[in-house]
């Protein structure tokens, strides 16, 4: 294990050894622990004109504007239904913060090299897919936070 710039411990590989577990439906994903600033329940957020239809709209976080994505838009699924499970993760990415809009929080994994594989190949796949973790019986799809929330910041700046 070793350490990247920003403090992060990861693995030999590149990737981050923690994460935070949450599901969109029935599937679970995976964020790096380091990037959650902290996790809210559901708040009115503020839509934005002209802004495409992954961003929900914007909440006011103490003085702080932080765009709202909803994840599952984002990656492909049906639209997210608010639910008394759903929840935002704030994430502080390169010195700007985003809120994932999830169905609901599992858990904290810890990973190691050996449970990491690389996302299969399907035309052209997501470049926001880190790889895939092992559970006992089933994959964690692990996110890249940083991109994710590079297209959320982009839009709102």
């Known amino acids: 294990m070793h ?4 403090n992060s411990p990861t693995l030999a590989s590149g990737l981050p050894t923690k994460y935070l577990t949450f599901f969109l439906g029935e599937e679970e994903f995976g964020v790096d622990i ?6 809210r329940g559901l708040s009115a957020t503020t839509r934005l004109p002209g802004a495409p239809e992954t961003v929900r709209g914007v909440i006011n976080l103490r003085g702080v ?20 499970t759903s929840v935002v993760i704030v994430l502080g990415i390169e010195g700007r913060m985003v ?21 299969p190949e399907l035309g052209g796949g997501s470049p926001d897919v880190l790889g895939m973790a092992r559970r ?12 994710v929330a590079r297209v959320a910041t982009s839009v709102a700046a």
């Open 3 to 6: 350490e990247t710039s920003n």
């Open 34 to 39: 380091l990037s959650v600033q902290e996790i």
């Open 65 to 84: 504007i932080v765009p709202v994505v909803d994840l599952r838009i984002r990656l492909g699924l049906s639209p997210s239904v608010s639910t008394a």
């Open 99 to 119: 809120g994932l809009h999830v169905d609901a929080v599992s858990d904290v994994l810890d990973v190691e090299a050996s449970e990491i594989q690389p996302p």
């Open 136 to 147: 006992t019986e089933s994959l964690v799809v692990l996110l890249d936070a940083a991109r």
